[in-house]
């Protein structure tokens, strides 16, 4: 028993007991964004931290002071800028910003685009006392960039890291990978990705309605009557009627509803608008967005990265 005790004991002053857990989340591809958010586990109290941020790969940078946001309510004192800029300064004053030099502490950095930099932060009251924060909180950085980047983010221990009351260890060093946006409508995935292609990519493949028999990606009304396959399209459909790809008249693979061809291999033989093709446009011609008879709603997007219309 003695010596269970013992173990217990090691384990007990070996073990954080209270620690700051951080998350960080990118924004939707292509936005740049990255959300850093800080979970107090056991009531500590926070009152400060200096993060050092850098991208690790990739292109990613920050372009102003600006692309740091803090929301009102968590920290309200940027040090290095109070420590950059003494007279006058007050707790919350406007202008102030969190952009830290990462090799000197107490030292601004306002040179941009930068994808090496220190967010440094402090909580206090109006009096100058350090009051701490006892709730959850985050914050975003808006990066700017081109191509798929890693960015890690960890404690600065030039400034010391998470301060608080109660702290004992956080589980930075994290990192995140931020996306780029889609260039094409069709994801690479998709069973028609390399149809898609060799048909010179055509932006009518990626109608919100094209699987239901939209041809020219417009239609004839406004709101839920709005009616997506016309006569407009019945015309373009007959051209490519049972036409093989060598005769095919021009934007005739728009009327290709399902990306399928017969037979499935391509070539100048194969015909893209066929019988298939037929059944599913005479289920939606002249039909309405809202119905009755069949609603003519957005195409599945298990395929796509964005619609073109």
């Given amino acids: 028993m003695k010596k269970i005790l013992a173990a217990l004991l090691v384990l007990a002053l070996v073990a954080p007991a209270m620690a700051v857990s951080f998350t960080l989340t990118p924004g939707a591809a292509g936005t740049g964004q990255l959300t850093v958010a800080y979970t107090l586990t056991a009531g500590e109290v926070l009152r400060g931290m200096a993060l050092k941020v850098k991208v690790n790969s990739g292109d990613a940078t920050i372009d102003a002071t600006t692309d740091i946001v803090i929301p009102a309510g968590t920290f309200n004192t940027f040090i290095d800028y109070a420590f950059t800029n003494p007279s006058g300064y007050a707790v919350g004053m406007a202008g102030q910003h969190p952009l830290a030099n990462p090799a000197a502490a107490g030292v601004l950095d306002l040179t941009t685009p930068k994808n090496d930099f220190v967010v440094s932060l402090g909580y206090l ?55 780029v946006a889609p260039s094409e409508c069709v994801k690479s995935t998709a069973p028609f990705y390399a149809d898609w292609v060799t048909f010179g990519k055509p932006a009518c493949w990626c109608f919100s309605r094209n699987c239901r028999g939209d041809i020219n990606g417009t239609g004839v009304g406004t709101g839920l009557a709005k009616k997506w396959v016309t006569g407009t399209d019945l015309t373009a459909f007959k051209a490519a009627y049972n ?67």
Avoid at 290 to 303: A, E, F, H, K, L
């Fill in 243 to 309: 036409i093989a790809n060598s005769l095919l008249p021009a934007g005739g693979v728009c009327a290709d509803n399902n990306h399928v061809g017969t037979p499935a291999t391509y070539g100048p033989t194969q015909k893209r608008v066929t019988g298939t093709d037929l059944t599913q446009f005479k289920l939606y011609y002249n039909q309405a967005e809202s119905g009755p008879v069949t609603p003519v709603t957005i195409c599945p997007d298990t395929n796509y990265n964005f619609w073109t219309n």
């Fill in 125 to 179: 009251d109006q009096a100058g006392a350090q009051a701490g924060l006892t709730a959850n909180g985050s914050f975003v950085i808006t990066f700017a960039l081109t191509t798929e980047s890693v960015v890690e983010v960890s404690a600065d221990t030039l400034r010391g890291g998470i301060v608080g009351d109660a702290l004992v260890a956080s589980n930075l060093p994290l990192t995140a990978t931020l996306g």
